[in-house]
């Protein structure tokens, strides 16, 4: 972002990027992220130039009105915004956490269409009262409010007209509109914007955004066709992340605009060098891995294995590539490290990955990748990211720790698991049986840990190729409506499992103590 340009106004070329990444993004089933997470995902989306992020939903847990606080007090140049319900409590809860930033926006939505009417039960202009009473008080508290009338693409036409007037002419600085079902395409998307900045006394005094998800497959074609028709703000997520199906994917918007300027000439902020760098800090926190021919992001979105296309690539990489892998701050070159490779040849591969490290943090990661180095031949540009993703889920101060482990496994039952944990500082371990390795070491776990988490997903990822490949793994653990993800990496799956469990579950204790002082674990012996 240039430090000319607010990150709230919008120009004739210039669409405003509204990362919900934290908010709609968490709201994927088993997304959660832990506060320092959060923090981290904030930091990357302001220092990429994101114009406005979405930091949460406040009035919905304690945890979340402690994340938008925190991120609205250490973010430095976005608009941090707040999501709201249409009533006074909502609203002045959004408030009292948003209020911290140096950019403030309170975010409050209601459901306008027939359905979405039905739920409060109220008529239409019962609802039209309340959107005036609602929009007011936040206008009142902060000069920055975006109102959203949800569902809107199923809305009948003339009333969102009349509500739309309304929020306007109470205060409303952005005017949102959503397709919160993934209902339109993209005629019908571009038709309702420019119906709206056509009809709606007032409309050129406020920035229209466009919030899209993904049930037909059209979040980003939806978005920029908003665009076209005159919206200059998009909603977005990294990865497009979100409920169902996602939401448009930030990293396709951006560069959308970028490749194609010739059609749609309009500009971000975003560094888009940066892209690939959040993209896998999101997957890693979220446990949510970025499939393989995902657009701009996927591990295959600049792969080339047919013939022809190879040629075609050695002769002049224009042939099949419409953007640069170095655009999207993917490295060009995956040189080779091994062993043999120093502290400094580490620091410039992790600069060239996008990531900058403090001597100590360097110290630690170093240790880390003589150790993997030690166990593979050749070590990947994957692998350093999955080892640096990795270092980072794995918190210094975790009560519970994967001290040893060993397995018997094989074509004879039954399999078993001898694992030792330390548990707040001291050594237990166990002996346990299972339906295969992953099963024994999980039952070891539990044995030591007693708990009543459900397994809802366990998942292997192989980090490269080869029988020495690193595994990373994530595990998704639900506890009285709590959902954590752990995730760990290793050249030996079964460790990297009961590490991935044993991570979950150090994600659960710090959710549980929000709720509770903590307390020691009672680990069986």
């Given amino acids: 972002m240039s430090s000319k340009e607010s990150p709230t106004t919008a120009s004739s ?23 320092e997470e959060k923090l981290q995902i904030a930091e990357l989306l302001d220092e990429m130039g994101v114009d406005i992020i979405e930091a949460g939903f406040p009035i919905a847990s304690e945890g979340d009105f402690e994340a938008v606080t925190e991120i609205a007090k250490q973010t430095k140049d976005a608009v941090i915004c707040g999501l709201s319900r249409a009533n006074y409590k909502d609203i002045d809860r959004c408030w009292e956490a948003v209020k911290h930033a140096k950019h403030p926006r309170i975010h409050t939505f209601i459901g306008t269409s027939p359905l979405h009417r039905a739920i409060p039960n109220l008529d239409q202009d019962q609802m ?18 975006q109102w959203s009338p949800m569902d809107a693409t199923r809305t009948e036409r003339d009333y969102l007209c009349r509500v739309v007037e309304i929020a306007i002419k109470a205060g409303a600085t952005t005017i949102n509109i959503p397709d919160t079902v993934g209902y339109t395409a993209p005629r019908e998307s571009a038709d309702l914007i420019r119906m709206l900045m ?53 990293e396709e918007v951006v560069m959308a605009l970028k490749v194609r300027h010739d059609i749609m000439p309009y500009r971000t902020g975003v560094d888009a060098t940066k892209i690939m760098n959040i993209s896998r800090r999101v997957a890693a926190v979220s446990g949510f891995a970025v499939q393989y021919n995902k657009a701009i992001v996927g591990k295959n979105a600049f792969a080339h294995e047919s013939g022809i296309h190879q040629d075609g690539m050695l002769k002049n990489a224009e042939t099949f590539e419409i953007m640069r892998p170095e655009d999207v701050g993917l490295s060009e070159s995956n040189l080779v490290m091994g062993k043999h490779s120093g502290r400094h040849a580490l620091r410039e591969k992790l600069r060239e990955l996008g990531y900058e490290l403090g001597d100590n943090q360097l110290k630690d990661v170093f240790v880390r990748f003589k150790a993997l180095a030690d166990r593979k031949k050749e070590v990947f540009d994957d692998d350093i990211v999955a080892l640096m993703d990795d270092a980072t889920t794995s918190a210094g101060n975790d009560r519970i720790k994967v001290k040893f482990l060993r397995v018997i496994c094989g074509t004879e039952a039954p399999q078993s698991a001898d694992l030792m944990l330390e548990i707040d500082g001291k050594d237990h371990q166990k002996t346990a049986d299972g339906d295969g390795p992953v099963d ?26 080869g029988t020495d490949a690193q595994a990373t793994v994530s595990v998704r653990l639900e506890e009285d409506g709590k959902i954590v993800v752990g995730q760990a990496a290793d050249t030996d799956t079964i460790v990297a499992s009961a590490r991935a469990y044993v991570n979950a579950l150090n994600k659960l204790l710090v959710r549980r103590d929000k709720s509770a002082p903590a307390e020691p674990i009672a680990a069986a012996e």
């Fill in 13 to 35: 070329d210039r669409v405003l990027i509204f990362d919900t990444t934290l908010r709609d993004g968490e709201q994927s089933p088993g997304a959660s992220m832990t506060l």
């Fill in 440 to 465: 024994a070491a999980f039952n070891a776990v539990k044995a030591l840990v007693p708990h009543t988490a459900r397994l809802k997903l366990y998942q292997v990822h192989a980090v490269t190729d």
């Fill in 198 to 250: 056509n009809d709606v006394p007032g409309a050129d005094e406020v920035v229209f955004a466009t919030h899209c998800h993904n049930d037909l497959g059209m979040a980003t074609a939806n978005a920029l066709a908003a665009v076209e028709a005159g919206a200059r703000q998009i909603e977005c997520t990294i990865n497009g992340l979100g409920e169902r199906a996602g939401n448009t994917a930030l």
């Fill in 128 to 145: 039209a009262e309340r959107i005036h009473e609602t929009v007011s008080h936040a206008r009142n508290l902060c000069d920055n409010v």
